[in-house]
């Protein structure tokens, strides 16, 4: 399975719903299986779970494990909610994917994706977009 497809498709349906873009990108955490609520941080600290499980990634994303959907949508869970710095931090230290690794490259892909909806550099409507055109392999491009 294309998860990095399906993880842009899960965007581009969140797009629709209107949502504050700090709610949309809590709703994308949720994908990662981070929960919005009280227990979000118990979700994270636990590594989320696997909803969208497959590869489709970019080579220098790719760590060779069904999971990097999982691990892009907690980071942008855990980076909404503690901000850009902390959550580097955190991937940094706590996971231990430093910024050389597949996985730090996508947590920082993840922190930028969090700066630019919140700033309004990116609409939720180019999310999609940018996720294809950032994070997935050629295939998804086709979508």
């Known amino acids: 399975m294309d998860a990095c497809a399906a993880l842009a498709d ?65 980071t942008v869970a855990v980076a909404t909610r503690v901000g850009g ?9 706590v996971l231990r994917d430093g910024p050389d690794t597949a996985d730090g490259r996508l947590s920082a892909e993840a922190i930028e994706f969090v700066r630019v909806i919140r700033s309004g550099e990116l609409a939720q409507s180019d999310a999609a977009g940018w996720v294809r055109g950032r994070l997935c392999g050629a295939g998804a491009l086709d979508a």
């Open 10 to 74: 899960s965007i581009e349906q969140l797009s629709r719903r209107g949502h504050t873009d700090r709610r949309f990108l809590k709703e994308l955490g949720r994908v990662g299986g981070v929960r919005r609520g009280p227990f979000w941080f118990t979700d994270a600290a636990s590594g989320g779970s696997n909803r969208l499980s497959g590869r489709g990634f970019r080579a220098e994303l790719d760590d060779d494990t069904d999971g990097q959907a999982r691990h892009f949508a907690g």
């Open 85 to 93: 710095r902390l959550a580097q931090w955190l991937t940094t230290h």
